[in-house]
């Protein structure tokens, strides 16, 4: 739980005026990660409020990002781990915030600045950006690109319109005739999924008691293991916002019926730790019309 005085030590560095208008956003029954309050310019001297979003049980290092969208927006980022299953679960500070700007449909993001120094692993996921060659990447008082982080990077650049941020969506139906309000949901987040390489979109739902929903979409990555589930992004968009602590009670995991790989027994391992509720499955069809 966040509170007022880790808000106030977190937002120090702010004008009085800045404090309080983001203050009243981020208590904000809606709040959702993203934040309109305060100007890119102040986006460094957000990081260490992005780290009070930081779950971090198994290592206790905590580590928060902020990305600066083309539109100007600024939206959260924090590392999250998950305790029961593979650390290869986890999701990475970058990665959150990168998530986080495209779950609110921001097309690019332009700079990114991180806590900590990204690692390999956020390095090659940051490459699946359209823009990743432009990205201004902030860290420590230092500023990079994308090449001198990971010079001779594995796969070709993404092509623009063709990126995590920018692909078109996919044009998905439930196989079955029947479903609820949960699993179209559910089908809406696999639509956006970015999945160049599996050809296999999936999405994932939660929702909370105070009827919230979260939704996320699989985000892939050339490399594979720094691909990141439906479940996660979803769990992240939960992380990030005023529902955090908020009980979820209900889940949909939305999965190609002729997928090749299925999220469902990852979702099934990471949400039995976090809630009691059970999770649904739908499965679904490319339409075609």
Request: aromatic share 6%; with cysteine.
């Amino acid at each position: 739980m966040l509170s007022n005085q880790k808000i106030e030590a977190a937002l120090a560095k702010l004008e009085e005026s800045e404090k309080i208008q983001l203050i009243s956003e981020l208590k904000d029954t809606d709040f959702s990660g993203q934040i309109n309050s305060v100007t890119s310019a102040r986006a460094k001297d957000l990081l260490e409020l992005a780290t009070c979003f930081s779950v971090a049980p198994i290592s206790g290092f905590y580590v928060g990002a902020i990305a600066v969208g083309k539109s100007g927006k600024l939206y959260l980022g924090a590392n999250m781990e998950f305790q029961g299953v593979p650390l290869s679960a986890s999701l990475h500070a970058e990665q959150s915030a990168i998530l986080n700007a495209w779950m609110h449909e921001e097309h690019e993001v332009v700079t990114l600045h991180v806590s900590e120094t990204p690692c390999g692993h956020c390095r090659q996921f940051m490459r699946e950006l359209s823009n990743s060659s432009a990205l201004k990447i902030h860290c420590k008082g230092q500023t990079f690109q994308i090449e001198d982080l990971l010079p001779g990077a594995f796969g070709e650049n993404r092509k623009k319109g063709h990126g995590l941020l920018d692909s078109a969506a996919t044009n998905l139906e439930s196989v079955e005739t029947k479903r609820d309000t949960r699993s179209q949901v559910a089908i809406n987040a696999a639509q956006r999924s970015y999945a160049p390489y599996s050809q296999s979109p999936e999405g994932f739902v939660a929702q909370c008691l105070d009827g919230h929903f979260f939704s996320g979409s699989t985000a892939e990555s050339i490399a594979f293991n720094p691909s990141v589930s439906g479940v996660v992004v979803a769990l992240n968009q939960r992380n990030l916002s005023s529902s955090r602590s908020v009980a979820i009670t209900a889940c949909t995991q939305a999965k190609l019926a002729t997928a090749l790989s299925s999220p469902l027994a990852q979702a099934k391992a990471i949400m039995q730790h976090i809630s009691e509720a059970s999770v649904d499955e739908v499965e679904m069809k490319v339409h075609t019309s």
